[in-house]
């Protein structure tokens, strides 16, 4: 079975990437969400990575705060995509989690979305337009989701229009 596969390096974690779990829900794409530390738990981090491939697991998606190594990690134990989300869990707001997960060494890539909410969002819709390379139907509900999206931008200009005239 393909799926997509997250893991967060805390609990803390899952308030913003519940955003992630639910867009890929919306598209009716399988996943799997785990907890598992590149710190406190690197043994199950390194375990799981290869069960989740050998389950079918296409692409991994690795959400952490701070000095945020998993996505990295990940990256060493795979050639999957991996996706890696910044967090915002400590005072320096997430920079710490960005340059954390996006300075990679060279041939060892984490394709590095924004910090927070969008980027949870931004890695699911990633996620799906990599599997929608050998999906036609994933493909043509992406290309839809695209069409609504302009189709709203039309409507909130329109209702502030009115606002406006009014
Ligand atoms: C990171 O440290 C986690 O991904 C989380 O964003 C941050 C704080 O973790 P907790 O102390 O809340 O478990 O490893």
Redesign the pocket.
């Known amino acids: 079975m393909k799926f997509v596969s997250i893991v967060?390096?805390?609990?803390?974690?899952y308030e913003v990437m519940k955003s992630c779990s639910q867009t890929l829900e919306t598209f009716g794409v399988k996943f799997e969400m785990i907890v598992s530390?590149?710190?406190?738990s690197p043994a199950r981090t390194a375990e799981y990575v290869q069960s989740a491939e050998n389950k079918g697991a296409q692409v991994f998606i690795a959400?952490?705060?701070?000095?945020?190594h998993?996505a990295g990690v990940l990256s060493s134990k795979t050639v999957k995509p991996i996706i890696g989300v910044p967090?915002s869990?400590?005072a320096l707001g997430g920079i710490d989690?960005l340059l954390s997960t996006v300075q990679m060494p060279a041939g060892m890539p984490v394709a590095t979305v924004a910090i927070g909410k969008a980027g949870a969002i931004n890695s699911a819709y990633l996620a799906m337009q990599i599997l929608a390379l050998n999906d036609e139907e994933l493909a043509a509900k992406l290309k839809e989701d695209r069409v609504t999206k302009a189709k709203n931008v039309e409507k909130d200009s329109l209702e502030i229009e009115t606002i406006i005239a009014i």
């Open positions: 967060m390096g805390s609990k803390s974690d530390s590149a710190h406190r959400a952490a705060g701070m000095a945020a998993l967090m869990a400590s989690a």
